[in-house]
Nanobody
Framework: QVQLVESGGGLVQAGGSLRLSCAASGSIFRIDAMSWHRQAPGKQRELVASFPRGAIPDYADSVKGRFTISRNSAKNTVYLQMATLKPEDTAVYYC????????????????WGQGTQVTVSS
């Protein structure tokens, strides 16, 4: 079992910044990727940024140049630094980790955080 604990969401004015954090714990052999997703009211959940193991980060076009994903592998923690925030960034943000366990390291499983609200006012 793996748990993801998120922090850093809140209310911010347009043009401001926030940093989200997500720490994974539990029976983890290897994390293949960590990523951030978001879902605005009435819209589909979308991938915001991902950080695969052994690869470079990838971003949605809508956040390129404004958001930065980073990772502390030793702590199984991923961050999302959000700058120049816009009202359209308002959404519930979810952390995801793709995990391999000691018991069966040939299969990966997706785990999700509980979601954290980010609200950007104009």
């Amino acid at each position: 079992q793996v748990q993801l604990v998120e922090s850093g969401g809140g209310l911010v004015q347009a043009g401001g910044s926030l940093r989200l954090s997500c720490a994974a714990s539990g029976s983890i052999f290897r994390i293949d990727a960590m990523s951030w997703h978001r879902q605005a009211p009435g819209k589909q959940r979308e991938l915001v940024a991902s950080f695969p193991r052994g690869a470079i980060p990838d971003y949605a076009d809508s956040v390129k140049g404004r958001f930065t994903i980073s990772r502390n592998s030793a702590k199984n923690t991923v961050y999302l630094q959000m700058a120049t925030l816009k009202p359209e960034d308002t959404a519930v943000y979810y952390c995801n980790a793709r995990v391999r366990h000691f018991s069966d390291d040939l299969i990966s499983y997706d785990y999700w955080g509980q979601g954290t609200q980010v609200t950007v006012s104009s």
